[in-house]
């Protein structure tokens, strides 16, 4: 059974940081596409950041400079580095793992960001 579980979120304050780890089971992360997306209330889910197999990486234009994802294959998960964070990046952020465009794509549930003073 594939499992993507996320963790790290909370409350920060505008200006600070966190760092989402998305731990995978049942499959091997490293050869994946891995990617978190993101979804605000009331807001479609959007893709934040992905990294592919061969450690390419690639962002969304509201985070780039300021987010990182990155993997561990030892420990078979993909962070997210999030710094400089700002009020409209308050969202529940999902882990994402696709290993082919005709294969599933696993989910994780979400981790809440909450960017508040």
């Known amino acids: 059974q594939v499992q993507l579980v996320e963790s790290g979120g909370g409350l920060v304050q505008p200006g600070g940081s966190l760092r989402l780890s998305c731990a995978a089971s049942g499959i091997l992360a490293s050869r994946y596409n891995m990617a978190w997306y993101r979804q605000a209330p009331g807001k479609q889910r959007e893709s934040v950041a992905a990294?592919?197999?061969?450690?390419?990486?690639n962002y969304s234009d509201s985070v780039k400079g300021r987010f990182t994802v990155s993997r561990d294959n030892t420990k078979n998960t993909v962070y997210l580095q999030m710094n400089s964070l700002k009020p409209e990046d308050t969202a529940v952020y999902y882990c994402?793992?696709?290993?082919?465009?005709?294969?599933?794509?696993?989910w994780g549930q979400g981790t809440q960001v909450t960017v508040s003073s």
């Open positions: 994402y793992g696709k290993s082919s465009p005709a294969a599933p794509v696993y």
């Open positions: 990294v592919s197999p061969s450690g390419n990486t």
